[in-house]
Nanobody, 121 residues
């Protein structure tokens, strides 16, 4: 059974940093892609960053470019999101997701339970 378990969330002041981790288990083959999504109260879920497992290409939403870095340790089956210069608008529940086959689309992904990130001004 595929499992994705996030950790590393917390409360920080604006300008601070956090590193989220996502431990993946339950599959032995490489994922197609993995990503981080977030959802703030009253808002729709949005993609934050994605990494394509095969070639390492990364994609970020504009608002986090230059502040967040997504990375993947295939040996440890772990996905990371290094977040810097955090802003109050980054406050949200952050979810790890993995596409194991097919296209790298949210509809194809397995999801973790989420980790809360709260940034105070």
């Amino acid at each position: 059974q595929v499992q994705l378990v996030e950790s590393g969330g917390g409360s920080v002041q604006a300008g601070g940093s956090l590193r989220l981790s996502c431990a993946a288990s339950g599959y032995t083959y490489s994922s197609v892609c993995m990503g981080w999504f977030r959802q703030a109260p009253g808002k729709e879920r949005e993609g934050v960053a994605t990494i394509v497992t095969g070639n390492g290409n990364t994609y970020y939403r504009d608002s986090v470019k230059g502040r967040f870095t997504i990375s993947q340790d295939n040996a440890k089956n772990t996905l990371y999101l290094q977040m810097g210069n955090l802003k109050p608008e980054d406050t949200a529940m952050y979810y790890c997701a993995a596409a194991l086959r097919g296209a790298c689309l949210a509809a194809n992904m397995y999801w973790g339970q989420g980790t809360q990130v709260t940034v105070s001004s």
